[in-house]
């Protein structure tokens, strides 16, 4: 269910930053202040998909907690400490390729359909043959994201791939590093990198393609990775000291994450996150963009944790069949929400260039703005589920020819 909200999330981001434009702080609060219910709503909306970003940081943390309690499991619970690198590696590339290069060639086939459905393509297509396969070679290796000109080709979704790719490259040494200084203070010593690298990279004058690109490097998003790996062995390490009660920081989490007298603070904690991020956008707030990373990590995620854990939301007492109505939705949120969940992976991968496909199709046929919003977010949702669903279906009929 996390994964789903933060696909959700992401999904109505780039949905919305491509039909409407990716809303500055500013232009937000002015929808706002014109008084009118519909522009307050309308803002509200606004302001909430803007932040859907940062269901990216819900990925990383969800990432670093997967891959340290899968170790944990296999390996670290019967005392072997040790990872068996290349056997790692080729699970973590054969888990993420595959998948990933149907994309790249869904992605090119849409292009030579129609150049605009494949978003950021044209200007590499009109400089050659050498540029356009420079480009997609850059792409299918990942290499892109070191690469400005080739940075958003095709899809500009897809740098998270290499992130992740980074990320999983430095797994056993983080690994490593926590079983030699401690989990605690791994995390606090990744939290101190990051910090130091995304100063760097605020401060050096560079133009903004260059400063995202840096941005995109695993050192900038270290904090997040290794927050769901100190996660993993905290709750999930029995008998360690650090769930001892005179461990701050344990304790502190504990009670962000399961807490619901707590998410009051999750939610102030996240929101002065985004203020930070919201005030980056202007040369005043530069300085927000070194900080922005950690408290939107911890907030929304521990908040999400919570919310789940306590229950996403109360029926009034005096409600006939309450409990039988509360039940069932949400028996339908926790199924919904778990399946888009279970196939984030496909619909992140397919859900920009399909979206762009539709829009043009959903302008003429729904005139309401936010209607068709909602029917083309949907219909990624399913074509990306389908597509992941569609793809495994293939592996398996391959995997029984071959042992047939």
């Known amino acids: ?16 930053g491509n039909t409407k434009g990716y809303l500055n ?115 299918v290796s990942t290499l892109r994201n070191f690469i400005p000109d080739y940075y958003y080709f095709l899809n500009g979704a897809w740098w998270y791939i290499g992130l992740s790719l980074q990320l999983y490259l430095v797994f056993p040494f983080l690994v490593a590093k926590g079983l030699a200084w401690g989990w605690p203070k791994l995390l606090f010593r990744a939290l101190l990198f990051s910090l130091a690298y995304r100063t760097v990279c605020t401060f050096l004058p560079a133009t903004d393609v260059y400063r995202t690109i840096a941005l995109a490097f695993f050192p900038a998003r270290l904090f997040e990775f290794t927050f769901g790996m100190y996660l993993a062995m ?54 927000g963009g070194i900080v922005q990373e950690v408290p939107i990590t911890i907030g929304l995620f521990c908040g999400l944790v919570c919310v789940l854990q306590s229950g996403c939301f109360k029926l009034p007492a005096a409600w006939p069949l309450r409990d039988v109505i509360h039940s069932a939705i949400s028996e339908t949120i926790r199924k919904g929400v778990g399946t888009i969940g279970k196939y984030s992976y496909g619909i992140y991968l397919t859900h920009m260039n399909i979206y762009l496909v539709l829009w ?14 909602l029917a083309i977010a949907l219909l990624c949702f399913a074509i990306g589920i389908g597509f992941e669903l569609g793809y495994g279906w293939l592996q398996r009929r391959s995997r029984l020819q071959i042992s047939s």
């Not at 269910?1 to 919305?16: F, P, Q």
């Not at 969800?62 to 170790?71: E, K, N, P, R, V």
């Not at 650090?242 to 939610?267: C, D, E, H, W």
């Open 1 to 16: 269910m996390m994964k789903g909200w933060a696909i959700i999330w992401i999904v109505a981001y780039h949905l919305m």
């Open 234 to 287: 905290a709750f999930t390490l029995p008998h360690s000291h650090q769930k001892t009660p005179g461990n701050k920081l344990y304790q502190s989490i504990r009670a962000l994450l399961f807490n619901p007298r707590f998410l009051i603070v999750n939610f102030c904690c996240f929101g002065s996150g985004l203020i930070l991020k919201w005030l980056n956008q202007s040369s005043v707030g530069a300085i």
């Open 360 to 373: 043009p199709v959903g302008r003429v046929l729904v005139p309401s703005y936010w209607m068709r919003f």
């Open 25 to 139: 702080l500013d232009e937000t609060m002015a929808t706002l202040s014109k008084g009118e219910l519909k522009n307050i709503l309308e803002g509200v909306l606004d302001l909430l998909i803007s932040a859907g970003s940062t269901g990216v940081n819900v990925f990383l943390v969800i990432s670093g907690f997967g891959l340290t309690a899968s170790w944990w499991k296999r390996h670290g619970s019967q005392g072997d400490y040790t990872i068996h690198l290349v056997d790692f590696w080729q699970k973590r590339v054969f888990r993420i390729f595959p998948l990933f290069w149907v994309a790249v060639v869904l992605s090119l086939l849409f292009y030579f359909i129609e150049p605009t459905f494949a978003p950021f393509g044209g200007e590499v297509w009109s400089a050659g043959i050498v540029s356009a396969l420079g480009a997609v070679l850059a792409t």
